[in-house]
């Protein structure tokens, strides 16, 4: 499997519904991120869905390489 591309060494922070769904870009290509937009198509990645449990703001992984994916937990910080 590829290494994902890092469209920012920063978590994207965005407000969200509960009970609503969620799909982060996983592969880094999509031109919405931090959701997927299709670009993984025919390669090694596949969205993540985050269905939010409340309503507020989440922050999204924005360099694709955090262990609690599809949320940041500071990975982005060794990058």
């Known amino acids: 499997m590829s290494d994902p591309h890092i469209p920012q060494k920063s978590p994207y922070a965005v407000d969200v519904e509960a009970g609503k769904s969620y799909w ?5 290509q999509s031109k919405t991120q931090p959701f997927c937009d299709g670009s993984h198509k025919g390669g090694d990645f596949s969205p993540v ?3 939010a449990d409340k309503s507020g ?3 999204f992984c924005g360099c694709k390489h955090s262990a609690k994916a599809p949320l940041c937990d500071g990975t ?3 990058l």
């Open 57 to 59: 703001t989440a922050y």
């Open 49 to 51: 869905e985050y269905k």
């Open 24 to 28: 982060w870009c996983a592969c880094g």
């Open 76 to 78: 982005h910080k060794s």
